[in-house]
Every structure is written in structure tokens, then in C-alpha cells.
């Protein structure tokens, strides 16, 4: 008659047995982990893109700024006027006191004018200050010459008053002018015994003539 077999358990060996496969499976769980991650960090990797330097140039200021020449204008002509003509105080004569002297006088408007004559009249005065007549534009512009006689009185002070034409020729071309320039003439003041007095009824013609 035959024995029957008997199985024996060893738990050292068994416990080892499953340390050893519980190691073997962390290892393999972790080089598995492992090359996951270095296949999914391989994907991703991108080249870093190269840095761009921008270069500001530096220029020489003296060669950017262009060489501007400026032209000035030509000086303007100095031009001297004209000296004004002085005219001398006539003297009285002996006779009646009318001046020995009869000054005139020129201006220049673009054409030689000679403004005016003045003719004495009965007891004329001594002008001291003159005011030339501007030769009104018409006549200037058609050649027309003529003539302007005035009646005037003189205050205490020199200056005139009562300005009256008691004749002219051609009528009513020079009068307003002729008026507007005597308005401002003044005469020395007639003085007698330290009292100065009013010089009435002077006369004067004032010519208005185109020299050609």
C-alpha cells in the first residue's frame, strides 16, 4: 500500500515571492511612466524663435541737415530827401510897407509844378510859415494851368481868417486847394507900441502852372 504525498508551505518563501513581484511591478509602472512623459516632452518641444535686434542707426547731425543758403534781398535805396527851400523875409520898403521880394516856390508830384505865385497885395504881410497846395489830380492829369486870388484878414496871432477867392481862373478848379493850403499859412504878427494888432483885407494870387 503507497503512501500519499504531502505538500508543505514555506510563508518565508512566499513572502519574499511577493515582494520581489510587487518591486518588479512598481519598476515596470514606473520606467512605463518614465517614457510617456519623455515622448510627450519630446512632442512639445518647439525651437525658440530667434531674437530680433533692431539697430537704430546714429547719424551725424552736421551731415542730415542740408546746407540752405538764404539770398537776401538787396538793401533798399537810401534816397535823401529834397532840402526845404528857405524862403527870406522880405523887408519893407520905405514907400507903403509892400514887400520888395516876391518869393515862389517848387514841389515835385511827378511833373515839375511850380505852386504858387504869390503877387502881393495891398499892405501884404510877412508869411512866415508856408503850406504848399497839392495840385488837384483832374487838372494835373489834363495839363490845365491857372490861378487863385484870395482875400484873407490876419488875427493878432498870425494866423488867417476870412478866407474869401475873389478871383480864379478856370473857375472852381484850384479854389479848394488854394483855400485849404492858405487856412494853414501864418504871418508874422504886426506889432505897434507892444500891442499886437489885426492885419485886415491881405491879398494874394497863388498860380498853379505845369512847367514843360
Do not use: C, H
Not at 525651437?47 to 543758403?69: G, L, Q, Y
Not at 515862389?104 to 510859415?129: F, H, M, Q, R
Not at 478866407?163 to 479848394?176: L, N, S
Amino acid at each position: 500500500m503507497q503512501a500519499n504525498p504531502t505538500l508543505s508551505f514555506n510563508p518565508n518563501a512566499i513572502g519574499k515571492a511577493l515582494g520581489f513581484t510587487l518591486i518588479a511591478t512598481l519598476m515596470t509602472f514606473a520606467l512605463f511612466w518614465l517614457m510617456q512623459y519623455l515622448i510627450r516632452f519630446d512632442g512639445q518641444m518647439v525651437e525658440e524663435p530667434a531674437k530680433t535686434v533692431f539697430i537704430d542707426p546714429v547719424f551725424n547731425r552736421e551731415d542730415s541737415v542740408p546746407n540752405v543758403r538764404k539770398i537776401l534781398p538787396p538793401p533798399p535805396k537810401t534816397v535823401t530827401p529834397p532840402k526845404p527851400q528857405v524862403i527870406p523875409e522880405a523887408e519893407p520898403d520905405s514907400g507903403g510897407g509892400t514887400p520888395s521880394y516876391v518869393p515862389d516856390y517848387k514841389v515835385n508830384t511827378g511833373s515839375d509844378l511850380t505852386l504858387p505865385t504869390l503877387i502881393p497885395g495891398e499892405g501884404l504881410a510877412t508869411p512866415i510859415v508856408r503850406v504848399e497846395p497839392n495840385y488837384p489830380i483832374d487838372a494835373l492829369r489834363n495839363g490845365v494851368s491857372g490861378y487863385v486870388t484870395l482875400r484873407f484878414d490876419i488875427s493878432e496871432s498870425g494866423t488867417v481868417q476870412n478866407i474869401q477867392i475873389t478871383d480864379a481862373e478856370p473857375k472852381r478848379v484850384f479854389d479848394r486847394e488854394a483855400r485849404r493850403a492858405l487856412a494853414k499859412w501864418k504871418y508874422k504878427p504886426r506889432v505897434e507900441n507892444g500891442v499886437a494888432l489885426t492885419q485886415p483885407n491881405q491879398k494874394i494870387m497863388l498860380t498853379f502852372d505845369l512847367q514843360k
